[in-house]
């Protein structure tokens, strides 16, 4: 493979991302708002974690944590290792949400794509998103220990 078509692999990448703002601009939801919601479906997190999961600071999170919580996308439970600490976990309503959201993501790229072999890409992106997942684990530590050191 050519740098040039890693190039153009990049740049598709970079299209459908804009593409996904465009869609979140027209609807309640942002994509950052989306990957809080995304890394939180895999289990409660601690606000420092979801802070240095998305690269931001504390403050920064905070104030995103209570708009999801106004629209009742999260909640907060005690830490079962901390009674003094809480614990950010999904709602269900938070849950719906965010299909409803990749529903919507999904549907901008049907449209993008007319005539093109969609089972085919839709296959491709499930292959690479476990590929990616397989070592998001040890990525995320890798972030927390950094941001929250």
Do not use: C
């Not at 009674?83 to 950010?88: D, S």
């Amino acid at each position: 493979m050519t740098s040039r078509e890693k190039a153009f692999g990049i740049r598709a990448v970079i299209t459908l991302y804009r593409e996904f703002e465009q869609v979140a601009r027209d609807q309640d939801i942002s994509l950052t708002q989306y990957r809080t919601l995304l890394y939180l479906s895999n289990g409660s997190k601690r606000a420092g974690a979801i802070a240095a999961a998305g690269a931001v600071k504390k403050p920064t999170i905070s104030a995103m944590l209570n708009n999801l919580r106004q629209k009742d996308w999260i909640a907060e439970e005690a830490d079962p290792d901390d009674g003094r600490a809480t614990q950010i976990v999904l709602t269900e309503q938070g849950r719906a949400r965010m299909r409803a959201f990749e529903d919507s993501l999904a549907e901008r790229i049907d449209q993008l794509l007319p005539g093109f072999d969609l089972p085919a890409f839709y296959m491709m992106m499930d292959t690479l998103y476990h590929a990616l997942a397989a070592s998001k684990e040890q990525r995320l530590k890798d972030v927390e220990r950094r941001f929250l050191e």
